[in-house]
């Protein structure tokens, strides 16, 4: 069985290599000198380890004025999202599987069916309504029209559905109302699905560059994602593939290293979810 084990190990080791190899070769890229890059990238690009070394792309990258601004743009816009999402998330996922009420039926279909409107079929309407409240180039601009995720409301309402009802029972007999079952109860035991719920809309919040793009239209109100792409709109302009590369890193690093610290989290709630089906 050890064996079978360790050979199991080395075929998912294989494909999970070569699926990190873009990212090792763009981290390797980062740190090594555009003018070696310029003249030869094919070699360079074979080796993952960068040599010559050199911190001159991110020195370049952060002397920019704006970049930390753009950081904190983007950490203030998808800490908000997130927990305005949690909040509506979790309290319409309590109410659809726990509560009745008059035309819960409808209203949940209703809400699923914004599962299928693409997000680039509501723009025109959000930027017309936005620029009428004269609210673009704010924070509130570009929290508010992601607030509702169809998806979230789902996962939340079929965790609670898992939930034996023996627990509300119980906790009704001891003579808890539903507020306190709510804030005391269930949140705690949907902590895995809430964390999980967070990672993945903290990660799509700081990867949205589309809306973000049409909202901000002034440099200090830019996001990272619209900030560094504006730095390289065009590549053969730009200070040469190493900053490039240093961008990418610096814009994906903040969300590799939050499901690194709650990979934990999510395994137990996919656990946890497949347990469920």
Known sequence: MNRGYYLLCMALAIPAF??????????????QPNELL??????????????????????S????????????????????????????STTAGYAFARLNFPFKKPLLVFCLLGLMVPEQAVFIPL????????WHNSYHALV?????VPIGVFLMMQFFRGVPNEIEEAARVEGINRWQIFRFIMLPLA???????????????????LWPLV?????????????????????????????VMASGVVASAPVVILFLVFQRYVVRAVALGGSKG
């Not at 990258?61 to 509506?88: C, D, E, K, Q, Y």
């Not at 508010?144 to 509702?148: D, E, F, T, W």
């Not at 895995?192 to 719920?197: D, E, G, S, V, Y």
């Open 18 to 31: 070569l699926w990190m190899v873009p990212i090792l070769w763009m981290l390797s890229l980062s740190f």
């Open 38 to 59: 310029a003249t030869n990238t094919a070699n360079t690009a074979l080796g993952l380890i960068p040599v010559p070394f050199t911190l001159e792309n991110y020195e």
């Open 61 to 88: 990258l952060f002397s920019f004025g704006r970049t930390h601004f753009w950081f904190l743009n983007s950490f203030i816009v998808a800490g908000g999202m997130t927990l305005a999402v949690l909040v509506l």
């Open 127 to 134: 930027y017309t309504f936005f620029a009428d409240m004269g």
């Open 144 to 148: 508010i029209p992601r607030v509702a």
């Open 191 to 209: 902590r895995p699905a809430m964390i999980t719920l967070a990672i993945l809309t903290f990660l799509y919040a700081w990867n949205d560059y």
């Open 215 to 243: 909202s901000a239209q002034r440099p200090e109100n830019f996001t990272i994602t619209v900030g560094l792409a504006s730095l390289q709109s065009n590549f053969a302009q730009s200070e040469g593939l190493g900053r």
